[in-house]
């Protein structure tokens, strides 16, 4: 059985029975331990959910290949409502945007590009940074970790979904981007398994490379009366956050690092 050659296509083939025996081999081969296998509908298949313990805490399998990954603003046909947002919105509230939306979004968003990753498991909940971001990398290798690259983060967060947030093109109505209260596909685990990207405030992620952010900007749209469209802006799948990521590796990043998590990932040997 070859976890290497699993890739996201053929995971989404498989029946329950053969994806629980690759996701027992998962847990076998990391002294882990199998917990359950669920899934979710996809027109392709089904997206299976392995979860997997090891050491006290929640990995999920998450099945690799060639992907395609990142956002193309050339290509973005916005929502009527996500228009009206930016320019009604954002514009008006002469915070320095630019005129076409798409011009922000190249800035914001990782170009789209197709690469090919390896089958790993991923944290199902990304924790809080203890040390200094400098600091983490040697911490999570201590134990046998290591952070994701932006390619694995986006990955594993979109789980093959192509639109600007992993539930689809359009922020959920009548709900917001943050607070324990609110509800909608946000807040639910994704495809894959995991709990990330929900919360503005709160699921900001550093990787493996300092210049990407993913999963929150902090509040800084929110609290900056951007207008509803930015607000979310953050949680889309390939939103890097290079302002965050200023933030966090400059001198400012030293004093507030509790403030953004990170999500360990194991390699499958």
């Not at 749209?221 to 302002?243: D, I, K, Q």
Request: charged share 25%.
């Amino acid at each position: 059985m070859s976890l290497s050659a699993l890739t996201l296509a053929r995971w989404r083939t498989l029946d329950r029975d053969t994806a629980t025996r690759y996701a027992k081999e998962a847990a076998r081969r990391v002294d882990g331990r199998f917990v359950r296998l669920d899934g979710t509908p996809h027109p392709d298949g089904t997206t299976h959910r392995a979860l997997i313990e090891r050491d006290g805490e929640a990995y999920a399998l998450i099945p690799g290949g060639e992907v395609t990954l990142g956002f193309d603003p050339d290509a973005w046909r916005p929502l009527p409502e996500q228009l009206v947002s930016y320019r009604e919105e954002s514009l008006a509230g002469g915070f320095g945007f630019d005129e076409d939306p798409r011009d922000h979004l190249a800035r914001v968003m990782s170009p789209r590009r197709t690469v090919t990753l390896p089958t790993v498991l991923m944290a199902v909940e990304a924790g809080g940074l203890v040390e200094a971001p400098a600091l983490v990398p040697a911490l999570l290798a201590e134990r046998g970790l290591r952070l994701p690259g932006p390619d694995a983060w986006e990955h594993a967060c979109g789980a093959g979904a192509t639109t600007l947030f992993r539930w689809g093109d359009a922020a959920p109505a009548a709900t917001s981007p943050y607070g324990t209260g609110a509800s909608g596909p946000h807040r639910r685990p994704n495809a894959f398994g995991l709990r990330i990207a929900f919360d503005v405030y709160d699921t900001a992620e550093m990787t493996s490379d300092p210049g990407s952010v993913y999963g929150g900007d902090g509040g800084e749209a929110v609290c900056g009366g951007y207008g509803t469209f930015l607000e979310w802006l953050p949680l889309a799948t390939a939103n890097r956050n290079p302002s965050m990521a200023d933030f966090l590796n400059g001198p400012e990043g030293e004093d507030v690092y509790e403030d953004f998590n990170a999500r360990p990932v194991i390699d499958l040997r």
